[in-house]
């Protein structure tokens, strides 16, 4: 059974840093395409990043160009999404899915972890 | 403002058929496969729809997607009280940087 468990949100100052993992099992880690989806309270879906299965960054979006860094760790079948320079309009549960590249949809989602960006 | 145009709301009595439009570009819908999602109120969407029309295992056949041109459609028939969600259209888009775009969503009420 395909699960992934996002951990590490919080509340944290403008201009601060928090790290969101994400943890996977039931499927080859490395083959997939993997993404950090993000969803701002009452509001819609935005694809923040997607991790190629090759290892490559596929896409990071440009509201989090610079301050948002993804990266993923095989051994531990976690993903990662370092995000610093904080600012209120990042407040949002962030979740893990599966997928997200051309031709691949988010076919399996965590259950998400709330970011709170406030003073 | 969502790349993709979903109406805000759409309704339904129990046992109807209802529709959700999702009105794109040719940098995105117009040449790429088109998925929906349900997002039911406090959990993490689900995928209903991919590749214009096909539907993930365990997915009813009461859900459907179709594709024309640079709008993609999703049709619920003999709606549930259970469908009441939220529903995105998603796909990928070329142009600028690239990625995965949403529409707004479209909120179901089932009367």
């Known amino acids: 059974e395909v699960q992934l468990l996002e951990s590490g949100g919080g509340l944290v100052q403008p201009g601060g840093s928090l790290r969101l993992s994400c943890a996977a099992s039931?499927?080859?880690?490395?083959?997939?395409?993997m993404s950090w989806v993000r969803q701002s309270p009452g509001k819609g879906l935005e694809c923040v990043s997607t991790f190629s299965g090759s290892g490559s960054t596929t896409y990071l979006a440009d509201s989090v160009k610079g301050r948002f860094t993804f990266s993923r760790d095989i051994s531990r079948n976690t993903l990662f999404l370092q995000m610093t320079s904080l600012r209120a309009e990042d407040t949002a549960v962030y979740y893990c899915a599966r997928g997200g590249t051309v031709v691949v949809p988010f076919d399996y989602w965590g259950q998400g972890t709330l970011v709170t960006v406030s003073s | 403002q969502s790349v993709l145009t979903q109406p805000p709301s759409v309704s339904a009595a129990p046992g109807q058929k209802v529709t959700i439009s999702c009105s794109g570009s040719s940098s995105n819908i117009g040449n790429n496969y088109v998925c929906w999602y349900q997002q039911v109120p406090g959990t993490a969407p689900k995928l209903l729809i991919y590749?214009?029309?096909k539907r993930p295992s365990g997915i009813p056949d009461r859900f459907s997607g179709s594709k024309s041109g640079t709008s993609a459609t999703l049709g619920i028939t003999g709606v549930q009280t259970g469908d009441e969600a939220d529903y995105y259209c998603?796909?990928?888009?070329?142009?600028?940087?690239?990625?995965?775009?949403f529409g707004g969503g479209t909120k179901l009420t089932v009367l």
């Open positions: 998603g796909t990928w888009d070329y142009s600028l940087s690239g990625g995965v775009v």
């Open positions: 590749d214009n029309n």
């Open positions: 039931g499927f080859t880690f490395s083959s997939f395409a």
